[in-house]
Structure formats: structure tokens, C-alpha cells
């Protein structure tokens, strides 16, 4: 028998989050794992967990450390959970509770076919579910043992999905059960049976689209089927001697799985059906599969109703490239709201006035995308003429910030500049500050801009802009001030506008300017002790140790004991906040 590598506490435990290792750990202690087992390189269990059923997990190994790992646990991702802890601990601490297993291939071949009969019903007897696999369609010796119904996997699909319910993460355990199925299609697909495997992806689909609306699906777990099930269909079109039939029933299939995926408003798999399945199609195909497209356009004029006609546009132009004209192209770009390929086709044809006259219909954030295309076909001007035009009425600062970045690149310092403020106006950032500063020192109007803005600033109450802005002009004092005497009274008390904000600043003064750094830390602490939570004591005892080194460099001793004292007694009810300070040792 192989043997499996040594493994060590240590290799065990990078493999694994803090919490999974403290929990799986706790698990292992609490004799959770039962029915430990070896075979081979494999080691199986189950784990007693949160449900009424027992967690089943194994773990496989390869000459150096672990292969892969396989669980029922909703949780965790590629063997990261808990109860995969649990088993490799259990094995490292307690190796002779695993009996060794005979191997399960080795283990059916030597029972004669009544043994094998009486097991399967023992089986059955035990888990009536099983039952239906009885109806399945098994491979033996590169051959259908009988012809697929697609009812089977319809039935085992709806119970697979009944068993799995609608709680969190139920789709992970969903897409376990279907996974047997699809890796039975494979198996078709790899003898080249294509028919039997289009049968079997086709029901799969089908049977998962039925249900796949009511779920959220975040992690992509059936999603991953669904796409499993595509790229068999799409590789079985590729195939060189696919029956007409069987081409029938994969185009129907694949395009409802596209045309669900564009209503669903995800998107991930449509994109790629359209970008792979147009070269596939003969033209009588591509033919009927545009007439499907066309029928799904929708005729409102809602956000969602144009966002799916460009999204079914683009799969038009792809199938109909070849028998479009010019303006057939340009009439279907107007039809279906593409509005990049209509602008694109128009400047190829030298036709830029119309083309200005198109992109003059769409929304601010498109228009962005619409001047750069003019800028890419040498229409400059007609890319600044649309984004003057549309900044002059435009609240959207994007506008702003691209007609600003053009006149910069172009020489016209004044008119980016007058852009800049007007960005700074309407969203004011350290960013557009910088940018400001840069075009009125190459102008010679920063000294007067400088003080209006930071008068600005200042009344507007902005101190966490006004704090990096004196920082970056090394004006410290300044920047202390905001933090420690803000002009709004209001604003005098504790740190309203940010922690962050104020660390910044107690960090930069630390070497120069040490009794502001140490009464911003001060402020902080107290902050952090009335959040009145574990972390927050623990936070608060490592800005401790950093006041308490400002007080020694301003050989202040006595005064910190004062501190320290009255701090004690301040918060002499917080248990937990002592603790920590016994911790980091600031109590003894």
C-alpha cells in the first residue's frame, strides 16, 4: 500500500483560515469524526456538524501533501472548512481509529453478480433515493448500457433541487447532486456518442433552467453546470459527423439558455454562447437563429429594454455580418441601440457630421466612450465639439473631467483649468487640488486661487481634504490645528471626520511636534474605549504604548502615571479593557 506522506500541526494549519483551524481543531477534540477509514492514498470520514446528517469528507493525497479534498459542506471552497480540519487532525493525533479499506472498485469486481444484486438492494434499503439510479444510463465498455430518456434526468434534476431547498448556499449542494449527470454526458461526448450526449445536456439544461430564476446562484455553482452543459453542446456542433437531428435539438437548447441568461440580466454565459457559437452555424442555421434573436427583441423604452436590444444587438450583427449592407447595418445599429458600432461604421464611412448627430442622443457616461471613439478615427474636433456641448449642461463630473484632460493634453492650460475648478466645485478631491495647483503655477495665478480655496475648504468644513492638502505643502502646524482646533465649534469635539484623518496627522508630528501627536493619540483612545468592544480595547492599548513613548521623549514620566491612574479609574468597570492593558504591558 502507498504511504501517505508525513504531515506536520504546522502544514496542516497554513493550509487553513484562523477560524476553520480553531473550529475543525475543536471538532477533532470533541471526538466528532466517526467511521474513519483509509483507502490507499485516501482517507474518508464522516463529521458530525450543525445538521441532522453527518458531514461526508475525504481527502486525497499525492507524494508530497494533499491532492485535493471532497465534503458535503456547503461551506468552504476546494477543502477549506472546518470538518476537513477536523479529519487531517483526527489522522495526525489519533492515526489507529482510521480502519483500512479495501478499494471500491476492487471491492465490487470480486462479489459474484447475486452479491452485487443483494448489496445494490441493501443499498436502496437503506437510501430509497437511490433508487433512481437505476434508471440511469451507464457507460460499460465505451457503450450505452440503454438509450437515454431525457425524462430520468429531468426527474433526478427536479429532486435534486426539492432536496436542496431554498437556504443559504443551497446551490453548492444543488450542483453536487447534478454533477454526476453532466460528467455522464461528458462520457457520451468523449465516445463521440452525440447524440446520447446532446439527449443528456439538453435535459440537464432544460431541467436546471426551469428552476434556476428562483435561486441567487452567487457563487456560480449552477451556473457552472449550465455552462458545463453549453460547452458540451457547442463542442458537440464541432463535431464532423453530427446527425441534422441532433444539430436541431442542440441550437433550440442553446439559445434558450442564452436568451434566459440576457433576461436574467447576468450576462456571463451569453456572451461567450455568441462570441463561440456564430462560426459553428452553417448559413441555413445562422439564418434561423437571427429570426430567433429578432423575435426577442424587446419593443419598450425602459433602461432594461434598451440595455437587452444592444445586448441582442450585438449577436445580430455577428450572425448577419455577411449579409449586411452598409445601411442595412446602420438601420439594425438604430434598431437595436448600438450606438458604438453605429458611430464606428459612420466615421469608417467619412460620414462624421451624421455621426456627431448620432452620439448627441446618448447618456453622458456613453458619450465618454463615443468621444474616444472620434479621437481614434482623427476626429478631434468633433470629439471636443460634443463634450463642450454636453459639459455646458452635464452634472455628471465625468463630462467635466474628460473635456478637462483633453484641453490639458492640448495646450489649453486656461480652459482646463477653468474645467478643474469647476470639478473641484462639484467634487472636490486632492486629485483635482493637485491638478488645480499644477495649471495655475504654469499660468501665475496660484497665489491668489491658493488662498480662495482653502478659505473655501475651511468654510465648507472639509477637514479631511484640508488636512492632506496642508500635509502634501508641508504646512504641519496647519494641519495639527484642523485636527486639534477646527474652525467649526461643533467639530472640537472628539474626531468627527475621521480616525483616519487624525492618525495621519499624529503620525507625522510624532518627530517634531510630539505633545499634539500624543494629545491626538489620547482623543483616539478615548474614541476607541466607548466603542466598549474586546477589539476596540485591544486597538486602544497599542496607541497606549505609543503615548506612552511621546511622554518618555518629552520626559514626562510622571505625567503619563497620572494618566495612566486616571484612565484606570475611569474605566475601572471595563474588565476586558485591563486585561488587554495587562497584556501590552501598561498594568502589571
Same mark, same amino acid.
Given at each position: 500500500?502507498?504511504?501517505?506522506?508525513?504531515?506536520?500541526?504546522?502544514?496542516?494549519?497554513?493550509?487553513?483560515?484562523?477560524?476553520?483551524?480553531?473550529?475543525?481543531?475543536?471538532?477533532?477534540?470533541?471526538?466528532?469524526?466517526?467511521?474513519?477509514?483509509?483507502?490507499?492514498?485516501?482517507?474518508?470520514?464522516?463529521?458530525?456538524?450543525?445538521?441532522?446528517?453527518?458531514?461526508?469528507?475525504?481527502?486525497?493525497?499525492?507524494?508530497?501533501?494533499?491532492?485535493?479534498?471532497?465534503?458535503?459542506?456547503?461551506?468552504?471552497?476546494?477543502?477549506?472548512?472546518?470538518?476537513?480540519?477536523?479529519?487531517?487532525?483526527?489522522?495526525?493525533?489519533?492515526?489507529?481509529?482510521?480502519?483500512?479499506?479495501?478499494?471500491?472498485?476492487?471491492?465490487?469486481?470480486?462479489?459474484?453478480?447475486?452479491?452485487?444484486?443483494?448489496?445494490?438492494?441493501?443499498?436502496?434499503?437503506?437510501?430509497?433515493?437511490?433508487?433512481?439510479?437505476?434508471?440511469?444510463?451507464?457507460?460499460?465498455?465505451?457503450?450505452?448500457?440503454?438509450?437515454?430518456?431525457?425524462?430520468?434526468?429531468?426527474?433526478?434534476?427536479?429532486?435534486?433541487?426539492?432536496?436542496?431547498?431554498?437556504?443559504?448556499?443551497?446551490?453548492?449542494?444543488?450542483?453536487?447532486?447534478?454533477?454526476?449527470?453532466?460528467?455522464?454526458?461528458?462520457?457520451?461526448?468523449?465516445?463521440?456518442?452525440?447524440?446520447?450526449?446532446?439527449?443528456?445536456?439538453?435535459?440537464?439544461?432544460?431541467?436546471?433552467?426551469?428552476?434556476?430564476?428562483?435561486?441567487?446562484?452567487?457563487?456560480?455553482?449552477?451556473?457552472?453546470?449550465?455552462?458545463?452543459?453549453?460547452?458540451?453542446?457547442?463542442?458537440?456542433?464541432?463535431?464532423?459527423?453530427?446527425?441534422?437531428?441532433?444539430?436541431?435539438?442542440?441550437?433550440?437548447?442553446?439559445?434558450?439558455?442564452?436568451?434566459?441568461?440576457?433576461?436574467?440580466?447576468?450576462?456571463?454565459?451569453?456572451?461567450?454562447? +455568441? %462570441?463561440? *457559437? /456564430?462560426?459553428? @452555424?452553417?448559413?441555413?442555421? #445562422?439564418?434561423?437563429? !437571427? &429570426?430567433?434573436?429578432?423575435?426577442?427583441?424587446?419593443?419598450?423604452?425602459?433602461?432594461?429594454?434598451?440595455?437587452?436590444?444592444?445586448?441582442?444587438?450585438?449577436?445580430?450583427?455577428?450572425?448577419?455580418?455577411?449579409?449586411?449592407?452598409?445601411?442595412?447595418?446602420?438601420?439594425?445599429?438604430?434598431?437595436?441601440?448600438? +450606438? %458604438?458600432? *453605429? /458611430?464606428?461604421? @459612420?466615421?469608417?464611412?467619412? #460620414?462624421?457630421?451624421? !455621426? &456627431?448627430?448620432?452620439?448627441?442622443?446618448?447618456?453622458?457616461?456613453?458619450?465618454?466612450?463615443?468621444?474616444?471613439?472620434?479621437?481614434?478615427?482623427?476626429?478631434?474636433?468633433?470629439?471636443?465639439?460634443?463634450?463642450?456641448?454636453?459639459?455646458?449642461?452635464?452634472?455628471?463630473?465625468?463630462?467635466?473631467?474628460?473635456?478637462?484632460?483633453?484641453?490639458?493634453?492640448?495646450?489649453?492650460?486656461?480652459?482646463?483649468?477653468?474645467? !478643474?475648478?469647476?470639478?473641484?466645485?462639484?467634487?472636490?478631491?486632492?486629485?483635482?487640488?493637485?491638478?488645480?495647483?499644477?495649471?495655475?503655477?504654469?499660468?501665475?495665478?496660484?497665489?491668489?486661487?491658493?488662498?480662495?480655496?482653502?478659505?473655501?475648504?475651511?468654510?465648507?468644513?472639509?477637514?479631511?481634504?484640508?488636512?492632506?492638502?496642508?500635509?502634501?505643502?508641508?504646512?504641519?502646524?496647519?494641519?495639527?490645528?484642523?485636527?486639534?482646533?477646527?474652525?467649526?465649534?461643533?467639530?472640537?469635539?472628539?474626531?468627527?471626520?475621521?480616525?483616519?484623518?487624525?492618525?495621519?496627522?499624529?503620525?507625522?508630528?510624532?518627530?517634531?511636534?510630539?505633545?499634539?501627536?500624543?494629545?491626538?493619540?489620547?482623543?483616539?483612545?478615548?474614541?476607541?474605549?466607548?466603542?466598549?468592544?474586546?477589539?476596540?480595547?485591544?486597538?486602544?492599548?497599542?496607541?497606549?504604548?505609543?503615548?506612552?513613548?511621546?511622554?518618555?521623549?518629552?520626559?514626562?514620566?510622571?505625567?503619563?502615571?497620572?494618566?495612566?491612574?486616571?484612565?484606570?479609574?475611569?474605566?475601572?468597570?471595563?474588565?476586558?479593557?485591563?486585561?488587554?492593558?495587562?497584556?501590552?504591558?501598561?498594568?502589571?
Amino acid at each position: 500500500m502507498e504511504t501517505i506522506p508525513q504531515l506536520s500541526e504546522q502544514t496542516v494549519r497554513a493550509r487553513f483560515d484562523p477560524q476553520s483551524w480553531q473550529r475543525g481543531r475543536q471538532y477533532a477534540r470533541d471526538g466528532a469524526i466517526i467511521n474513519a477509514r483509509r483507502q490507499g492514498m485516501t482517507l474518508k470520514a464522516s463529521c458530525i456538524g450543525s445538521q441532522p446528517e453527518p458531514y461526508r469528507i475525504e481527502v486525497t493525497f499525492k507524494l508530497r501533501g494533499i491532492a485535493n479534498a471532497d465534503y458535503t459542506c456547503p461551506v468552504g471552497e476546494d477543502g477549506y472548512c472546518k470538518h476537513v480540519v477536523a479529519l487531517l487532525v483526527t489522522w495526525l493525533n489519533r492515526p489507529e481509529t482510521f480502519r483500512e479499506a479495501e478499494d471500491t472498485d476492487a471491492a465490487l469486481q470480486r462479489r459474484e453478480k447475486d452479491e452485487l444484486i443483494a448489496l445494490i438492494k441493501q443499498m436502496i434499503w437503506r437510501y430509497p433515493d437511490l433508487e433512481s439510479l437505476l434508471e440511469m444510463p451507464l457507460l460499460v465498455g465505451g457503450k450505452a448500457s440503454q438509450p437515454i430518456n431525457r425524462a430520468v434526468f429531468h426527474r433526478q434534476i427536479a429532486a435534486a433541487f426539492h432536496r436542496g431547498g431554498y437556504e443559504w448556499r443551497a446551490e453548492t449542494e444543488i450542483a453536487r447532486e447534478i454533477l454526476p449527470l453532466a460528467e455522464i454526458a461528458d462520457m457520451f461526448l468523449q465516445q463521440r456518442d452525440y447524440a446520447n450526449a446532446t439527449t443528456a445536456y439538453e435535459a440537464i439544461s432544460s431541467a436546471m433552467l426551469d428552476q434556476y430564476g428562483a435561486y441567487n446562484d452567487e457563487d456560480g455553482a449552477l451556473q457552472e453546470i449550465i455552462f458545463r452543459c453549453v460547452e458540451g453542446m457547442i463542442d458537440a456542433l464541432s463535431g464532423l459527423t453530427v446527425e441534422p437531428d441532433t444539430r436541431a435539438m442542440i441550437l433550440p437548447t442553446i439559445f434558450a439558455i442564452y436568451h434566459a441568461d440576457i433576461e436574467s440580466g447576468r450576462s456571463e454565459l451569453s456572451g461567450e454562447i +455568441a %462570441d463561440t *457559437l /456564430v462560426d459553428l @452555424l452553417t448559413d441555413a442555421e #445562422r439564418r434561423t437563429v !437571427a &429570426e430567433w434573436v429578432r423575435a426577442a427583441l424587446p419593443e419598450g423604452k425602459s433602461w432594461s429594454d434598451n440595455y437587452h436590444r444592444q445586448a441582442y444587438g450585438a449577436f445580430l450583427l455577428n450572425l448577419e455580418a455577411d449579409d449586411l449592407d452598409d445601411e442595412a447595418f446602420l438601420r439594425l445599429c438604430r434598431e437595436t441601440s448600438r +450606438a %458604438d458600432d *453605429l /458611430v464606428t461604421r @459612420l466615421l469608417t464611412l467619412d #460620414r462624421v457630421e451624421e !455621426a &456627431e448627430q448620432e452620439a448627441q442622443h446618448v447618456s453622458d457616461y456613453d458619450l465618454i466612450g463615443l468621444a474616444n471613439l472620434f479621437i481614434e478615427h482623427q476626429q478631434t474636433d468633433g470629439a471636443e465639439r460634443l463634450m463642450r456641448e454636453r459639459a455646458a449642461t452635464s452634472q455628471d463630473s465625468r463630462v467635466t473631467e474628460w473635456l478637462m484632460t483633453y484641453y490639458a493634453t492640448h495646450g489649453n492650460d486656461t480652459g482646463a483649468l477653468n474645467l !478643474a475648478m469647476r470639478l473641484f466645485e462639484m467634487r472636490p478631491g486632492f486629485d483635482t487640488y493637485k491638478e488645480i495647483r499644477r495649471l495655475a503655477q504654469k499660468i501665475g495665478t496660484w497665489d491668489t486661487l491658493h488662498a480662495d480655496l482653502l478659505a473655501s475648504l475651511i468654510q465648507s468644513g472639509t477637514i479631511p481634504l484640508l488636512v492632506s492638502i496642508h500635509l502634501d505643502e508641508g504646512e504641519l502646524d496647519r494641519a495639527i490645528d484642523c485636527v486639534l482646533k477646527p474652525e467649526k465649534p461643533k467639530e472640537r469635539v472628539g474626531i468627527p471626520f475621521g480616525a483616519h484623518t487624525a492618525l495621519t496627522v499624529a503620525k507625522a508630528a510624532e518627530a517634531t511636534q510630539p505633545e499634539s501627536a500624543r494629545e491626538i493619540y489620547e482623543r483616539h483612545v478615548e474614541s476607541l474605549i466607548a466603542g466598549r468592544q474586546r477589539e476596540s480595547y485591544r486597538q486602544a492599548c497599542g496607541y497606549l504604548v505609543t503615548v506612552r513613548e511621546l511622554y518618555d521623549r518629552l520626559d514626562e514620566y510622571e505625567r503619563w502615571e497620572r494618566y495612566l491612574a486616571g484612565l484606570q479609574e475611569k474605566y475601572r468597570t471595563l474588565r476586558a479593557l485591563k486585561e488587554e492593558m495587562t497584556t501590552v504591558g501598561l498594568l502589571d
